[in-house]
């Protein structure tokens, strides 16, 4: 299989690209858009992207509550002095270390989240050209060897500035 | 109406790229003279570490000074960032582009620099560690979650934490733009930080929800956390005069008063020294004095009813303590310097657009507040102790000692470096941010002029 890359200028050319490679037969699950900002959702006719990030805060906060409670009821019940015949355990202040728990807990399953929903890190990448991020539109999309050829001339047709392969 | 000129990407790489990738002729200087100052400290952390917490003025009932004072203010600047970040954010104001970066940066350098203090306060910094860490299993000694100072480490944790995140996965997109201008060990070291992004529309649909996200988790905890510096103060059973109900949220606002002026002030250095002139516009110095009329006058409003109601009651120390604040020297004159410094000055000036929209006016206000904000803090911490006991002979006065001048002034250096260490490894303005702001910007015709509009999501 030949990854192939589109370089465009314009947005609109790019969009134009995405209509002809659908029309000869690849589907939006085929290619993918490298941008070096974020564009508005669907800019290109691109797959909607589902994610699951919001679980994560909700996994982390349940973690994060539970450490939380588990270190100050620990270390209360290690150490039981009874001060002016209070009980043992405080309620009042393990709610505040629990809720700084919780949301540390939240943060941090979150950033995993981020990593995780969006595949990073990605060594292998695939192909890519760093005029990406000064401006250009990238369209790469894997395909048979036979049909490079078309799929240059499609892009090029749509108005590619430049078309890269790599096998 | 935005007053942005059209760029393109190459220009807005090449722009807020350029100290990056070749330092500016003040940089080094600039980096030497902070870094001095700040070894200078070090230096006089090492003879208080040596020779006792007697070389600075602390002495009993006023145990807690320039150290715990520096403390409250830094943790307060550090306020500014995720504040004005987040809600920003949340809010999808457009002129937030160019500021929330520096923000966060800030965020992340005053919090540390705040967590020094407390280090350098206690004198034996090794002791520290026993205290909020529950490891002490020789001895069966715990942190007692009861006290304020244990609730303390838990938040400055988490807000921290939660800080440096936001500001590392807000910057992976931009890590890949140097990833692309540079060759040899930067390029390989540069491709390792960006881990393999390639801006696919997952990446970035992920990127703007964790922006929302991040900024959506972080701004309870900072809520929280300069609650719970107040109550340091506040749930003191010793200082009466700290006994206060107003005193979390006169700290919180009274810390996002001192901490969004000191983005202006780090936006507007930023804007000089590197020329973005194009991308912290005078649109965004009138909106930010705008705000902060509103959020000054919610502080000194605090502030009114936190006086009002400690001399409501009529307690004898409570009176004193205000005597001592305002009408005693050396208190009196700083009382005097700091409400004049910290509202009477800069948010009269706010009023006028041409103060609000010039650079150097808002430079000055900016700093003015942040003088009055220090004092305010001071004059909190030290009268309150001064007058702590009830009996007149255990009054006390406090004066800091030129080992804590040289301390405090070293935190400043250490923020200042940090920052300039910061901007020549990473972009101080959120390249991506920016080039999105230039997608969503359509020129529109009104009449006979072309103006940059925004365009309505729908």
Same mark, same amino acid.
């Given at each position: 299989? =030949?990854?192939? +890359? ?62 939380? +409670? ?24 393990? +709610? ?5 728990? =919780? ?65 | @109406? ?19 990738? /070749? ?64 809600? *920003?954010? $949340? ?19 005053? $919090? @540390? ?30 942190? %007692?979650?009861?006290?304020? *100072? ?20 807000? $910057? ?23 881990? !393999? ?7 970035? /649909? ?17 809520? #929280? ?15 009466? #005069? ?7 949220? &006169? ?33 965004? $110095?009138?909106?930010? !004095?705008?705000? *902060? ?11 009114? @009813? ?5 001399? &409501? ?40 657009? #041409? ?14 507040? %942040? ?52 901007? /020549? ?9 920016? /080039? ?23």
């Amino acid at each position: 299989m =030949t990854q192939m +890359l589109g370089l465009f200028k314009e947005a609109e050319k790019a969009a134009a690209a995405t209509e002809a490679l659908e029309q000869s037969g690849y589907g939006s699950d085929n290619f993918d858009i490298l941008t070096g900002s974020p564009y508005p959702e669907g800019a290109f006719g691109e797959r909607e992207v589902k994610h699951r990030l919001y679980i994560f805060p909700f996994i982390g906060a349940i973690l994060g509550i539970s450490t939380a +409670l588990l270190i100050t009821v620990g270390t209360q019940l290690a150490y039981p002095m009874v001060t002016g015949g209070k009980p043992i355990l405080s309620i009042p202040t393990m +709610l505040i270390i629990a809720y700084e728990g =919780t949301m540390l807990g939240a943060i941090l399953f979150t950033v995993l989240g981020i990593f995780f929903e969006s595949r990073l890190p990605n060594p292998r990448a695939g192909i890519y050209d760093p005029r990406i991020t000064e401006g250009y539109i990238g369209i790469t999309l894997e395909c048979s060897e036979d049909r490079v050829n078309s799929v240059e001339k499609l892009l090029k047709r749509a108005g590619a500035d430049d078309v890269l392969q790599e096998t | @109406m935005q007053e942005r000129r059209v760029q393109t990407d190459a220009e807005i790489n090449s722009d807020l790229l350029n100290n990056v990738l /070749k330092a500016r002729r003040w940089y080094w200087p600039a980096v030497g003279i902070s870094a001095t100052v700040m070894f200078a400290a070090i230096v006089a952390w090492a003879c208080v570490i040596v020779m006792g917490l007697g070389l600075t003025g602390l002495n009993r009932p006023i145990m807690w000074g320039f150290f715990v004072t520096n403390f409250v203010f830094w943790i307060g600047i550090s306020h500014a960032g995720v504040m004005l970040s987040a809600i *920003l954010r $949340l809010s999808k104001a457009e002129w937030r582009r160019p500021a929330t970066r520096a923000a966060e940066v800030l965020t992340v350098f005053s $919090l @540390m620099v705040a967590a020094t203090n407390i280090f350098m306060h206690v004198g034996r910094v090794w002791r520290l560690l026993t205290w909020p860490l529950p490891y002490d299993f020789a001895r069966g000694i715990f942190p %007692n979650v009861r006290s304020a *100072l244990i609730w303390d480490p838990s938040a400055i944790t988490t807000y921290l934490t939660g800080s440096i995140l936001f500001v590392v996965v807000a $910057l992976i997109p931009d890590l890949a733009v140097i990833r692309d201008r540079t060759t040899g060990v930067r390029h390989q070291i540069y491709s390792l930080l960006s881990l !393999g992004w390639r801006g696919t529309p997952r990446q970035w /649909k992920l990127q703007i929800v964790a922006g929302f996200l991040l900024s959506a988790l972080l701004l309870p905890v900072f809520v #929280s956390v300069h609650s719970i510096v107040s109550w340091d103060f506040a749930a003191a059973i010793a200082v009466e #005069s700290w006994h206060s109900t107003i005193f979390a949220p &006169y700290f919180v606002i009274g810390a996002v008063h001192s901490g969004v002026s000191g983005v202006v002030t780090v936006m507007i250095i930023l804007r000089y020294a590197y020329n973005w002139e194009a991308y912290i516009r005078k649109e965004h $110095l009138d909106a930010l !004095g705008k705000l *902060l009329i509103a959020i000054a006058t919610a502080w000194f409003y605090f502030f009114i @009813m936190e006086i009002l109601a400690s001399l &409501y009651n009529l307690e004898g120390q409570e009176i004193a303590l205000r005597e001592l604040q305002v009408l005693t020297w050396p208190f009196a004159p700083m009382f005097i310097v700091f409400i004049v410094t910290g509202y009477f000055l800069p948010v009269p000036l706010w009023l006028f657009k #041409s103060v609000r929209r010039s650079p150097m006016w808002m430079l000055v206000t900016t700093i003015s507040v %942040n003088i009055g904000m220090w004092i305010e803090r001071f004059l909190i911490v030290v009268p309150g102790l001064a007058r702590k006991q009830p009996l007149t002979f255990d009054w006390s006065s406090y004066s800091p000692s030129i080992f804590e001048i040289i301390m405090v002034t070293g935190t400043f250096a250490f923020v200042t470096l940090m920052m300039l260490l910061f901007s /020549k490894v990473f972009p101080l303005i959120p390249i991506f941010d920016i /080039k999105e702001g230039q997608i969503l910007s359509d020129e529109i015709q009104i009449g006979r002029r072309k103006v940059p509009a925004l365009k309505v999501e729908e």
